[in-house]
């Protein structure tokens, strides 16, 4: 889509923060306001229209595309969004470890213990860790606990999650980034653990290099996302 405007502008309204180009407010796709929850998030997505060039390019406006999900899909039923983000709960990657070989195990323990017990800590909950790839069962409790804090996120920062849950294939490294604090290239990394093991072993080609990055910079995108959601 060619650019059809100069500028954008934050403006404050009564439905949070819009982005205007050149004085004009832009709507989501389904011609809702494109209304930002604080001035931090707006400022990021009004910075994206601005950098566009002579052509309008959706793939390089991701805070955009994330709001828009916020606001067109997350909204209209927020709380069926939340419930699929806490399903993961139910057979979190953590909680899954190789049997073999010993290194590996012991790579997992290290990283994605410290995740666990952090969780622990959060929210009061325990979990079944097991080695192998049959599925074990939750608490009750746990999966109930961790869907009631998945549940008290806004809109915004469920969008922001939902791709952070399903790239790491972790509720809880979503959550320890968004509520912990977490570093999020130490969580990516705690994350691919599984992945760089097979290419230490066997060896990586450019395509499956290349896709890997593109994972990484769309975890690290969301991450930001989030970060902005909740200044």
């Known amino acids: 889509m060619k650019r059809f405007y100069k500028d954008a502008a934050v403006a404050a309204g009564d439905g949070g923060y819009g982005i205007?180009?050149?004085?004009?407010?832009?709507?989501?796709?389904?011609?809702?306001?494109?209304?930002?929850?604080?001035?931090?998030?707006?400022q990021a997505?009004?910075?994206e229209w601005?950098?566009?060039g002579d052509s309008v390019d959706p793939r390089s406006m991701p805070f955009t595309g994330l709001a828009n999900a916020a606001i067109d899909r997350i909204a209209p039923d927020?709380?069926?969004?939340?419930?699929?983000?806490?399903?993961?709960?139910?057979?979190?990657?953590l909680c899954y470890r190789a049997d073999g070989p010993e290194a590996l195990a012991a790579r997992q323990a290290a990283a994605w213990d410290r995740l666990l017990d952090w969780a622990r800590a959060r929210y009061d909950v325990t979990f079944r860790v097991t080695q192998g790839v049959l599925?074990?069962?939750?608490?009750?409790?746990?999966?109930?606990?961790?869907?009631?804090?998945?549940a008290a996120f806004d809109p915004f920062t469920l969008a922001g999650l939902s791709t952070l849950v399903t790239l790491s294939g972790s509720l809880v490294c979503g959550l320890a980034v968004v509520e912990g604090g977490h570093a999020p290239d130490a969580v990516w990394a705690a994350a691919e653990?599984?992945?760089s093991w097979q290419a230490e072993q066997w060896g990586e080609?450019?395509?499956?290099?290349?896709?890997?990055?593109?994972?990484?910079?769309?975890?690290?995108?969301?991450?930001?996302?989030?970060?902005?959601?909740?200044?």
């Open 78 to 93: 927020r709380e069926a969004f939340a419930a699929g983000i806490a399903r993961y709960a139910e057979t979190d990657l």
């Open 205 to 231: 080609d450019a395509e499956a290099a290349a896709r890997a990055a593109r994972r990484r910079e769309e975890f690290a995108t969301n991450c930001a996302f989030c970060a902005l959601t909740r200044s």
């Open 50 to 52: 601005r950098a566009q």
């Open 45 to 47: 997505v009004a910075a």
């Open 135 to 150: 599925h074990v069962a939750q608490p009750s409790e746990t999966l109930e606990r961790l869907g009631a804090a998945v």
């Open 20 to 42: 205007q180009l050149d004085g004009k407010p832009v709507r989501t796709p389904a011609r809702a306001l494109l209304a930002l929850p604080n001035v931090a998030l707006a």
């Open 193 to 195: 653990i599984d992945e």
